[in-house]
């Protein structure tokens, strides 16, 4: 199956960016999602970014593909508490998505 | 907005006794999914069904069974719990052809 890696912690100060990175080991994955989970809650839906793209920019939330590489990074501008969470890197695979062990971000004040 | 609810938030059971994992979605969705979630390991999948009374192992289907009697119902059963599968389960659902998956809460299962 696909390996995704994450770094497990990211401590970020509020007002500045966020840059969660995440690596995949399969090139045919075609979507590569990030998903956001609150305390106590399931996960929800971010972004997303389709294989042919090198960037994807939705409002606050920039995704980066280095698709050579195997590379894909979130950045999350002007970080606030509400940020605060766990992020997931979803690479499509087959009929499936493969999960990263996900990023916990802190905003400090 | 798509729903997915799960039948319990938290739930206790003890080691050897049939547990039940009930998930329901109202968007008409072919695909369902059971995940498992563990700290430092991510969501792992246990099984995939994409249709009713279809269904195909995931990562880690071991100890665990599942039914699709309709479509808007998947089950997770665990026969017989062990220690091990206290966890936290996550149900999604996604449309045939659409890879974007839709979570719900999540239940947390202590197996003592």
């Known amino acids: 199956g696909e390996d995704v890696e994450q770094s497990l912690f990211l401590s970020v100060r509020e007002g500045d960016s966020s840059v969660i990175n995440c690596t995949y080991t399969d090139s045919s994955s075609t979507y590569l999602y990030w998903y956001k989970q609150e305390p106590g809650a399931g996960l929800q839906l971010l972004t997303y970014?389709?294989?042919?793209?090198d960037m994807k920019q939705d409002q606050r939330l920039t995704v980066l593909l280095n698709k050579k590489d195997k590379h894909l990074s979130l950045r999350i501008a002007d970080t606030q508490t509400g940020d605060s969470a766990i992020y997931f890197c979803?690479?499509?695979?087959?009929?499936?998505?493969?999960f990263g062990a996900g990023t916990t971000v802190t905003v400090r004040a | 907005d798509v729903k997915v609810t799960q039948s319990s938030r938290y739930l206790v059971k003890r080691t050897g006794e049939k547990v039940f994992l009930e998930c329901v979605q109202d968007m008409d969705h072919e695909n369902m999914f059971w995940y498992r979630q563990d700290p430092g390991l991510g969501l792992r999948l246990i099984y995939f069904?994409?249709?009713?009374?279809?269904?195909e192992k995931g990562d880690i289907p071991e100890g665990y069974s599942v039914s699709r009697e309709k479509k808007e119902r998947f089950s997770l059963i665990l026969e017989s719990a062990s220690t091990n599968q206290t966890s936290m389960y996550l149900c999604?659902?996604?449309?045939?052809?659409?890879?974007?998956?839709?979570f719900g809460p999540g239940t947390r299962l202590t197996v003592t």
């Open positions: 999604a659902s996604s449309l045939q052809g659409n890879y974007e998956q839709y």
């Open positions: 979803a690479p499509h695979n087959d009929y499936k998505l493969s």
């Open positions: 069904s994409y249709d009713v009374k279809m269904k």
């Open positions: 970014i389709f294989s042919n793209m």
